[in-house]
């Protein structure tokens, strides 16, 4: 098994910043692809960034530009660098990872963007 555990929301004004962390515990070996995922209320959940174990980055075209997903593995720890945030990023951030055939999620942390 693999915990989870996010950390870092909070309200924000439009236009600024902030970072959200994540950190990995428990069967943590062979962990692949880290990143998070977010759901805003009465939507589905939805990809914000993926990042592998080699570095290789994917993000959500409604994020490109603005955020910036990192990850260290010594550490097991990913990160979400949020920048130029808009009252239609608010939503409850949920770290996310993947192990072989099994998949994990945090908690979730809420990030409030007001107008």
């Known amino acids: 098994q693999v915990q989870l555990v996010e950390s870092g929301g909070g309200l924000v004004q439009g236009g600024g910043s902030l970072s959200l962390s994540c950190a990995a515990s428990g069967s943590i070996f062979n962990i692949n692809t880290m990143g998070w995922y977010r759901q805003a209320p009465g939507k589905q959940r939805e990809l914000v960034a993926t990042i592998t174990i080699s570095g290789t980055t994917t993000y959500a075209d409604s994020v490109k530009g603005r955020f910036t997903i990192s990850r260290d593995n010594a550490r097991n720890t990913v990160s979400l660098q949020m920048n130029s945030l808009k009252p239609e990023d608010t939503a409850v951030y949920y770290c996310?990872?993947?192990?072989?055939?099994?998949?994990?999620w945090g908690k979730g942390t809420l990030v409030t963007v007001s107008s």
């Open positions: 996310h990872a993947i192990r072989g055939f099994s998949t994990y």
